[in-house]
Structure formats: structure tokens, C-alpha cells
């Protein structure tokens, strides 16, 4: 099992940024990736960014291209998404999670709230 915690949100103005942060604990050596979701209300939760674990290949939405970077640290089992030129659309709560399993994420953190004001 692992455990995750995020911290980092906040409110922020448009155009302003952002650093989440996520601490995993556990059987950190069963992670295959890690990866932040959002949810805005009313909405259904969605990828942001991932980053696979061992090589550091990191994918995003294309809503996140050109403006979010994902990092990982694996000697402090860290997952960071650095959040540049944020827009009131990026207003969610942010969550991260780990894949230990082969095909979906099953760790999450509690999430974090971000909220970009116009």
C-alpha cells in the first residue's frame, strides 16, 4: 500500500503559478507512475500529468502542454507539478496518484484545492 499527501494549493491570480508537491510513503517500490488528476465542479475528474517512475517520461493533457511540468524525485519518492500561467479553467482540487498496479492508479492522496482568480 502506499500513501500519498499533497501540499501546495492555494489561490493564486491568473497568470500567476503554483507548485504542488506529493509525498509518498509505503511500498514505494511498487510504483510504476505517479500522476496528478483534477476535479472541477461539476466536472469529472481528468489527467493533468503523468510521469512514469523508474525513467522519468513524463505525458500531459493537452490543456496542461506549454504550461505544467511534472518531476519526480525517486530518493524522496516526490511528485511535483510546477503550474505556470494558470487561468480560472485550472480552478480544481488537485490530486495525485500512484500506479502499483498494472493497469490503473490505485493510491490517492486526499487532494488539495486551487483556485486561479480572474
Known amino acids: 500500500q502506499v500513501q500519498l499527501v499533497e501540499s501546495g494549493g492555494g489561490l493564486v491570480q491568473a ?31 481528468e489527467l493533468v500529468a503523468g510521469i512514469s517512475w523508474l525513467i522519468g517520461l513524463p ?17 524522496k519518492n516526490t511528485v511535483t507539478l510546477q503550474m505556470n500561467t494558470l487561468s480560472p479553467e485550472d480552478t480544481a482540487v488537485y490530486y495525485c496518484a500512484a500506479q502499483t498496479s498494472p493497469r490503473e492508479f490505485d493510491s490517492w492522496g486526499q487532494g488539495t484545492q486551487v483556485t486561479v482568480s480572474s
Open 59 to 75: 505525458n500531459y493533457a493537452n490543456s496542461a502542454k506549454g504550461r505544467f511540468t511534472i518531476s519526480r524525485d525517486n530518493a
Open 15 to 45: 497568470g500567476g503559478s503554483l507548485r504542488l508537491s506529493c509525498a509518498a510513503s509505503g511500498v514505494t517500490s511498487r510504483i510504476k507512475s505517479m500522476a496528478w488528476f483534477r476535479q472541477a465542479p461539476g466536472k469529472e475528474r
